[in-house]
Protein backbone atom coordinates (compact mmCIF):
# COMPACT_ATOMS: atom_id res chain seq x y z
CA UNK A 1 0.00 0.00 0.00
CA UNK A 2 1.10 3.49 -0.04
CA UNK A 3 0.95 6.30 3.15
CA UNK A 4 -0.78 9.26 2.27
CA UNK A 5 -1.19 12.29 4.18
CA UNK A 6 -3.60 15.08 3.10
CA UNK A 7 -3.48 18.63 4.82
CA UNK A 8 -6.31 20.28 5.57
CA UNK A 9 -8.55 17.34 6.71
CA UNK A 10 -11.57 19.21 7.11
CA UNK A 11 -12.33 23.41 6.49
CA UNK A 12 -15.33 25.58 6.26
CA UNK A 13 -14.44 28.62 3.81
CA UNK A 14 -16.45 31.66 2.87
CA UNK A 15 -18.06 31.97 -0.93
CA UNK A 16 -15.68 33.42 -3.40
CA UNK A 17 -12.42 32.51 -1.33
CA UNK A 18 -9.69 29.72 -2.33
CA UNK A 19 -8.39 26.82 -0.67
CA UNK A 20 -5.17 24.91 -1.31
CA UNK A 21 -5.03 21.27 -0.47
CA UNK A 22 -1.79 19.44 -0.10
CA UNK A 23 -0.71 15.85 -0.91
CA UNK A 24 1.95 14.12 0.53
CA UNK A 25 3.70 10.44 -0.06
CA UNK A 26 5.45 8.23 1.27
CA UNK A 27 7.26 7.65 -1.82
CA UNK A 28 8.26 8.99 -5.40
CA UNK A 29 5.55 8.06 -7.85
CA UNK A 30 5.17 9.14 -11.17
CA UNK A 31 1.16 10.19 -11.58
CA UNK A 32 -1.15 11.60 -8.53
CA UNK A 33 -4.65 11.99 -9.32
CA UNK A 34 -7.17 13.93 -7.89
CA UNK A 35 -10.81 13.11 -7.19
CA UNK A 36 -13.81 14.73 -5.93
CA UNK A 37 -16.47 12.73 -3.84
CA UNK A 38 -19.79 15.25 -3.55
CA UNK A 39 -22.59 13.75 -1.54
CA UNK A 40 -24.70 10.78 -2.52
CA UNK A 41 -22.53 10.60 -5.66
CA UNK A 42 -19.68 8.78 -6.76
CA UNK A 43 -15.92 9.69 -6.67
CA UNK A 44 -15.15 11.27 -9.89
CA UNK A 45 -11.66 12.06 -11.37
CA UNK A 46 -10.54 15.71 -11.60
CA UNK A 47 -7.18 15.81 -13.02
CA UNK A 48 -4.30 13.97 -13.26
CA UNK A 49 -1.16 15.54 -12.30
CA UNK A 50 2.43 14.38 -13.28
CA UNK A 51 5.64 16.38 -12.16
CA UNK A 52 7.41 18.65 -14.20
CA UNK A 53 4.20 18.97 -16.77
CA UNK A 54 1.13 20.53 -16.85
CA UNK A 55 -1.91 18.19 -14.99
CA UNK A 56 -4.40 17.25 -17.45
CA UNK A 57 -7.66 17.73 -16.75
CA UNK A 58 -10.97 15.46 -17.41
CA UNK A 59 -13.85 16.68 -19.19
CA UNK A 60 -16.25 19.47 -17.08
CA UNK A 61 -13.33 20.26 -14.84
CA UNK A 62 -10.61 23.55 -15.86
CA UNK A 63 -7.66 24.70 -14.72
CA UNK A 64 -8.80 28.25 -13.52
CA UNK A 65 -11.03 26.34 -11.41
CA UNK A 66 -8.92 23.84 -9.51
CA UNK A 67 -4.98 24.62 -10.19
CA UNK A 68 -2.92 22.01 -9.60
CA UNK A 69 0.55 21.92 -8.65
CA UNK A 70 3.70 19.19 -8.65
CA UNK A 71 7.20 20.28 -7.79
CA UNK A 72 8.42 16.79 -6.93
CA UNK A 73 7.45 13.12 -7.11
CA UNK A 74 6.12 12.90 -3.39
CA UNK A 75 3.78 15.99 -3.27
CA UNK A 76 0.86 17.68 -5.23
CA UNK A 77 -1.49 20.77 -4.05
CA UNK A 78 -4.96 21.28 -5.50
CA UNK A 79 -6.40 24.37 -5.16
CA UNK A 80 -10.34 24.86 -5.14
CA UNK A 81 -10.68 28.46 -6.52
CA UNK A 82 -13.54 31.58 -6.37
CA UNK A 83 -15.81 28.60 -4.04
CA UNK A 84 -19.09 28.12 -4.00
CA UNK A 85 -21.27 26.01 -1.94
CA UNK A 86 -21.64 23.49 -5.19
CA UNK A 87 -17.56 23.38 -4.06
CA UNK A 88 -18.48 21.33 -0.55
CA UNK A 89 -17.60 17.99 -1.31
CA UNK A 90 -14.46 15.88 0.02
CA UNK A 91 -11.35 15.89 -2.26
CA UNK A 92 -8.84 12.79 -2.37
CA UNK A 93 -5.68 12.48 -3.99
CA UNK A 94 -4.73 9.21 -4.84
CA UNK A 95 -1.70 7.31 -6.08
CA UNK A 96 -0.58 4.10 -8.70
CA UNK A 97 1.33 1.53 -6.03
CA UNK A 98 1.95 -2.46 -5.98
CA UNK A 99 2.46 -4.99 -9.09
CA UNK A 100 -0.47 -4.59 -10.59
CA UNK A 101 -0.40 -0.38 -10.21
CA UNK A 102 -3.31 -0.45 -7.68
CA UNK A 103 -4.61 2.47 -6.92
CA UNK A 104 -4.42 3.77 -3.25
CA UNK A 105 -6.75 6.71 -1.86
CA UNK A 106 -5.51 9.51 0.87
CA UNK A 107 -7.62 10.09 3.73
CA UNK A 108 -9.66 13.20 1.93
CA UNK A 109 -9.89 16.78 2.81
CA UNK A 110 -13.75 17.56 3.86
CA UNK A 111 -14.64 20.75 2.21
CA UNK A 112 -17.93 23.19 3.61
CA UNK A 113 -18.32 26.36 1.49
CA UNK A 114 -20.79 28.92 3.10
CA UNK B 1 -26.36 6.60 -18.49
CA UNK B 2 -24.28 6.39 -15.51
CA UNK B 3 -21.17 4.01 -16.50
CA UNK B 4 -21.13 2.13 -12.91
CA UNK B 5 -24.41 1.63 -11.45
CA UNK B 6 -24.82 0.73 -7.60
CA UNK B 7 -27.40 0.42 -5.68
CA UNK B 8 -26.68 2.87 -2.58
CA UNK B 9 -28.38 1.09 0.84
CA UNK B 10 -28.15 1.14 3.25
CA UNK B 11 -28.14 -2.66 3.34
CA UNK B 12 -28.71 -3.54 6.73
CA UNK B 13 -27.87 -7.68 8.02
CA UNK B 14 -27.56 -9.28 11.18
CA UNK B 15 -24.10 -10.15 12.46
CA UNK B 16 -23.15 -13.80 10.54
CA UNK B 17 -24.79 -13.33 7.60
CA UNK B 18 -23.43 -13.70 4.05
CA UNK B 19 -23.54 -10.56 2.41
CA UNK B 20 -23.98 -10.01 -1.31
CA UNK B 21 -22.83 -6.13 -3.06
CA UNK B 22 -23.20 -5.49 -7.03
CA UNK B 23 -22.65 -2.97 -9.30
CA UNK B 24 -23.49 -3.11 -13.19
CA UNK B 25 -21.67 -1.20 -16.26
CA UNK B 26 -22.04 -0.14 -19.37
CA UNK B 27 -18.70 -0.06 -20.93
CA UNK B 28 -17.59 -3.42 -22.40
CA UNK B 29 -13.83 -2.00 -22.64
CA UNK B 30 -13.50 -2.03 -19.11
CA UNK B 31 -10.99 -4.83 -17.77
CA UNK B 32 -10.23 -4.02 -14.17
CA UNK B 33 -12.75 -4.13 -11.33
CA UNK B 34 -12.11 -3.21 -7.55
CA UNK B 35 -13.85 -2.88 -4.50
CA UNK B 36 -12.84 -0.51 -2.19
CA UNK B 37 -14.17 -0.16 1.13
CA UNK B 38 -14.76 3.39 2.93
CA UNK B 39 -15.46 4.06 6.70
CA UNK B 40 -17.19 7.29 7.63
CA UNK B 41 -14.63 10.38 7.22
CA UNK B 42 -12.06 7.99 5.85
CA UNK B 43 -10.59 7.47 2.57
CA UNK B 44 -11.31 4.43 0.32
CA UNK B 45 -9.28 0.81 1.16
CA UNK B 46 -8.61 -1.08 -1.36
CA UNK B 47 -10.36 -4.15 -0.82
CA UNK B 48 -10.09 -6.44 -3.76
CA UNK B 49 -8.90 -6.21 -7.36
CA UNK B 50 -9.68 -8.94 -10.19
CA UNK B 51 -9.18 -8.98 -14.08
CA UNK B 52 -11.52 -10.07 -16.73
CA UNK B 53 -14.18 -12.36 -15.38
CA UNK B 54 -13.81 -15.25 -12.69
CA UNK B 55 -13.69 -15.58 -8.80
CA UNK B 56 -11.19 -14.15 -6.33
CA UNK B 57 -11.25 -15.29 -2.72
CA UNK B 58 -9.40 -12.83 0.42
CA UNK B 59 -10.32 -14.13 3.68
CA UNK B 60 -13.97 -13.69 3.78
CA UNK B 61 -14.00 -11.48 0.85
CA UNK B 62 -14.77 -12.98 -2.53
CA UNK B 63 -14.90 -10.92 -5.34
CA UNK B 64 -16.62 -11.95 -8.81
CA UNK B 65 -16.95 -11.33 -12.61
CA UNK B 66 -19.30 -11.69 -14.89
CA UNK B 67 -18.18 -9.88 -18.12
CA UNK B 68 -20.73 -11.30 -20.10
CA UNK B 69 -23.64 -9.50 -18.26
CA UNK B 70 -21.50 -6.92 -17.04
CA UNK B 71 -22.28 -7.37 -13.59
CA UNK B 72 -19.52 -7.16 -10.69
CA UNK B 73 -19.75 -8.81 -7.08
CA UNK B 74 -18.53 -8.78 -3.83
CA UNK B 75 -19.66 -11.52 -1.10
CA UNK B 76 -18.52 -11.11 2.44
CA UNK B 77 -18.27 -14.36 4.70
CA UNK B 78 -19.46 -14.24 8.14
CA UNK B 79 -20.49 -10.48 8.39
CA UNK B 80 -19.21 -8.46 11.29
CA UNK B 81 -20.23 -5.02 12.77
CA UNK B 82 -16.65 -4.13 11.89
CA UNK B 83 -17.69 -4.84 8.38
CA UNK B 84 -19.90 -1.56 8.58
CA UNK B 85 -19.36 0.94 5.85
CA UNK B 86 -19.23 2.18 2.20
CA UNK B 87 -18.78 -0.39 -0.57
CA UNK B 88 -17.74 1.13 -3.80
CA UNK B 89 -17.23 -0.60 -6.40
CA UNK B 90 -14.54 0.36 -9.69
CA UNK B 91 -13.54 -0.29 -13.06
CA UNK B 92 -10.67 0.90 -15.26
CA UNK B 93 -9.74 0.10 -18.77
CA UNK B 94 -5.83 -0.75 -18.30
CA UNK B 95 -3.64 -0.24 -15.33
CA UNK B 96 -0.92 1.59 -17.16
CA UNK B 97 -3.37 4.59 -16.07
CA UNK B 98 -5.82 3.73 -13.73
CA UNK B 99 -8.86 6.41 -14.64
CA UNK B 100 -10.83 4.94 -12.16
CA UNK B 101 -14.94 4.88 -12.75
CA UNK B 102 -16.46 4.43 -10.07
CA UNK B 103 -19.88 3.86 -8.63
CA UNK B 104 -21.83 5.66 -6.01
CA UNK B 105 -20.74 3.06 -3.23
CA UNK B 106 -23.23 1.06 -1.34
CA UNK B 107 -23.63 1.04 2.47
CA UNK B 108 -24.15 -1.46 4.84
CA UNK B 109 -25.07 -2.08 8.49
CA UNK B 110 -24.39 -4.97 10.03
CA UNK B 111 -26.07 -5.02 13.72
CA UNK B 112 -24.43 -7.29 16.27
Known amino acids: SAVISQKPSRDICQRGTSLTIQCQVD?????MFWYRQQPGQSLTLIAT?????????ESGFVIDKFPISRPNLTFSTLTVSNMSPEDSSIYLC???????????FGPGTRLTVL | QKEVEQDPGPLSVPEGAIVSLNCTYS??????FMWYRQYSRKGPELLMY????GNKEDGRFTAQVDKSSKYISLFIRDSQPSDSATYLC????????????FGTGTRLLVSP
Open chain 1, 94 to 104: SVNRGLYNEQF
Open chain 1, 27 to 31: SQVTM
Open chain 1, 49 to 57: ANQGSEATY
Open chain 2, 27 to 32: NSAFQY
Open chain 2, 50 to 53: TYSS
Open chain 2, 90 to 101: ATSLNTGFQKLV
